[in-house]
């Protein structure tokens, strides 16, 4: 394993050249944050800065989510006139980030060609919450990470403590098999192979071997904290449209409020908007402020659409969105026949 | 509204009959469930037809609406495989279906309340039989309680 601090030497070196010589006007990255366990995106447009870079087990938030609005069409023609062309962008990308580039490339929501992407070759990142839970009612007051990549902490009476790698790193990172970027223009870190593991399968068994009746019922629990605060949404790097359905009010799909019913409906309808496009990056999960585990839908989804469909979102360039292609040969067990 | 009392009347007073909201597509189910009618081909009243451009033109949240507005189930029907008047709007639908029915089973829905299948403009017997079919199946599961908004 590559220690982080290279990876950081190496990843300041990279920017700062990119924006020095041009290559990209704007270069996004990570910073250090003011609390422990969390770093926060950095938007770089000066080389002289790029020593505020950051690389460690915290770089959790997926960049890509800032992609589409940077490279957003002109609304009409008079402010494509006006509007300055977008610069070329250099990102920083893990595995996850970069199935969400893939995707939205393949979607047309991003121009590869105004992209440099830098990948980092992904060692699994730590869940704040986790690391919080995991100390107790000890507040952590700095953090860091030892040799073997295992996370320390300084909590308040100023003494250390070591908190195991497994313990603390998030879940979609011990669900994740491909954590080197599939692509990229600079690649920093040791690359891994893409990597089997039945995590997400064996989280989404033990839903799904109850009756409906039980499912429905522990799903209601998960969802009742729910506040609709929209974060999930907000922070999904798929979750670009313009007009999204859940903001419409003729007809309004989805109610405002937060009885079950609609806080339901929500849930499910984001859900399917991630059929055959999640890239499992779980910022939706990070982003809920009650703790849910927004992924509880979608985790199964992806299954879903590997199970019928083979196919994996983000997995390679060259391919077409699931649902934007079919095949006269399609799985069709499903329909009801008389 | 009155579609709704007629079948309710048609039971014995209060007793729950199945609802079931049908969206038929305008170039073969809708014409399969007209030729069932003309040809005179009994089946269970308790079908409600949405008549749609496409079974493509069917947004999901149609049916969740559904549901969530005390439909007991919802059919969906439109032409099959390589029939259809937009060459390939079913295509594109039945991908999409296999993972709305996936994910609402998944999340506790039964899946006999979301149901879809082919009916051609010849049909109209097939027709009769698959929403006699649907209804029996919702007749045993009982009322949709899930995901049903109660004010």
Redesign the interface.
Known sequence: MIASHQIETRLREAAEGLLRDKKVGLFLGYEKASLPFRTAPLFLTEAEKAKRLVWSPFCTANLAVYLPRLFKAPADAREAKTMPPPPAVGVVLKGCDARSVITLIQERQVPREKLVLVGVACPGMVDARKAERALGDQEALGAGEDAQGNVRAVVEDGTEVTLRREQVLADVCLECRSPTPSIHDILLGAPAEARETDAARRRTADLGSETADRRWARLQQALSKCIRCNACRQACPMCYCKDCLLDQTRPRWVGAGTDISDVTMYHLVRAFHMAGRCTECGACARACPMGIDARLLVRKLNLEVEDLFGYRPGAALDGVPLLSAFAMDDPQEFLTEP | MSQTQTVQESASPGAWEPKVVAFLCNWCSYAGADLAGVSRIQYPPNVRIIRVPCSGRIN??FL??AL?NGADAV?VSGCH??DCHYI?GN??A??????????????????ERV????VSASEGG?FA??V???VEQVRKLGPNR?????L
């Open positions: 999901p949240a969740l609406r969530q059919l495989p390589g390939s295509l594109a039945r991908r999409k279906f296999a993972l709305l029915k996936d994910l609402l089973q998944y999340a506790g829905i039964e899946s149901q879809f299948t082919w097939r039989a698959i006699e079919k649907v899930k995901l049903v908004k109660s």
